[in-house]
């Protein structure tokens, strides 16, 4: 596991947690609300066999930044994905989505 700390481009510090061989295919694992990325700590062994997997803590978070001027609303998270997403591009990752949740 390689945790650290990245800045995203609208300046926010983000929490994350990369598993996996680097040439694996990308799985990025988002976590829903109260919790943090440690939520899919039982699943890491397996998913990391066959994926380069990134566990972000989301913004307001764990041990991500905690901004207290901005909405908490779908926008904003919508931003933060593909602000991530721009992230893997630029360092060598193609990534591609597929939603899983409730319905």
């Not at 926010?12 to 947690?17: C, E, F, G, H």
């Not at 440690?38 to 699943?43: E, T």
């Not at 307001?60 to 207290?68: E, I, V, Y």
Request: with cysteine.
């Amino acid at each position: 596991m390689t945790p650290r700390h990245v800045k995203l481009e609208n300046g926010l510090n983000i929490y994350i947690r990369i598993f996996g061989k680097a040439d694996n295919p990308p799985l990025i694992l988002l976590h829903g609300w109260p919790v943090n990325g440690d939520l899919w700590r039982h699943c890491l062994a397996s998913f990391s066999k066959g994926y380069r997997v990134f566990v972000p803590d989301l913004p307001g978070h764990g041990r991500s930044d905690m901004p207290l001027n901005v909405d908490y609303d779908l926008d904003f998270f919508v931003r933060f994905v593909k602000d991530l997403l721009d992230l893997g591009s630029s360092t060598q990752n193609q990534f591609k989505c597929r939603g899983v949740g409730p319905d």
